[in-house]
């Protein structure tokens, strides 16, 4: 069963304009959240965390939403850029249980130029 | 440079044929694991281990061993490779509890 969900498996977005992703997940044990960034050919390098006492976290062009009511998150990405094109990996886990993380399925990004 | 090494990249076996993928990391990490990629099913993780000597079951454990004898070391081990198998396979490794990871370049894994 999966714990954490990724219901889009793909997003196209305008250069400039807004990327939306999102996460929800199933467990409220989680109160750990992470996306990963992934290109082909590579392996998934880390982009942005949360942890559940905050509910909102930016790192220049990328924010990450936690709504723990909702069990759901969302990465937005502002503005997009044709480099950002890439498959998004959200993850979520239990601080306590020695970094046994669960990933969604992803989403594939286009940034068209 | 800090970096998690996986090797091969690429392997084509036959059902059976007892196989050792390496991963090696050189950032003094603790804890390590291995996923597989799946379409559709993302990212599973298979062990884990929280240190030398101390390694656990991920989601997706069945038909696979792991050790860890040295800190930088996590060879993942399939002792009778099966075609189900078949997938893409990355090492992480982070510092501790709810840090980000580290992960490897991948290994392709095809079992005919």
């Known amino acids: 069963d999966q714990q954490v969900k990724q219901n889009s498996p793909s997003l196209s977005v305008q250069e400039g304009r807004i990327s939306i992703l999102n996460c929800d997940y199933t467990n409220s044990m989680f109160d750990y959240f992470l996306w990963y960034k992934k290109y082909p050919a590579e392996g998934p390098t880390f982009l942005i965390s949360?942890?559940?006492?905050?509910d909102k976290n930016e790192d220049g062009r990328f924010t990450v939403f936690l709504n723990k009511s909702a069990k759901h998150l969302s990465l937005h990405i502002v503005p997009s850029q044709p480099g950002d094109s890439a498959v998004y990996f959200c993850a979520a886990g239990p601080l306590n249980t020695g970094n046994q993380f669960y990933f969604g399925t992803g989403t594939s990004l286009t940034v068209i130029p | 440079e800090a970096q998690v090494t996986q090797n091969p990249r690429y392997l084509i076996t036959v059902t059976g044929k007892k196989l050792t993928v390496t991963c090696s990391q050189n950032m003094n990490h603790e804890y390590m694991s291995w996923y597989r990629q799946d379409p559709g099913l993302g990212l599973r993780q298979i062990y884990y281990?929280?240190?030398?000597?101390?390694?656990d079951k991920g989601d997706v454990p069945e038909g696979y061993k792991v050790s860890r004898k040295e800190k930088r070391n996590f060879p993942l081990i399939l002792e009778s490779p099966s075609p189900n198998q078949t997938s893409l396979y990355f090492c992480?490794?982070?510092?501790?509890?709810?840090?980000?990871?580290?992960f490897g370049q991948g290994t392709r894994l095809t079992v005919v």
């Open positions: 949360i942890s559940s006492i905050k």
């Open positions: 281990s929280m240190n030398v000597e101390v390694t």
């Open positions: 992480a490794s982070t510092t501790g509890r709810g840090t980000e990871a580290f």
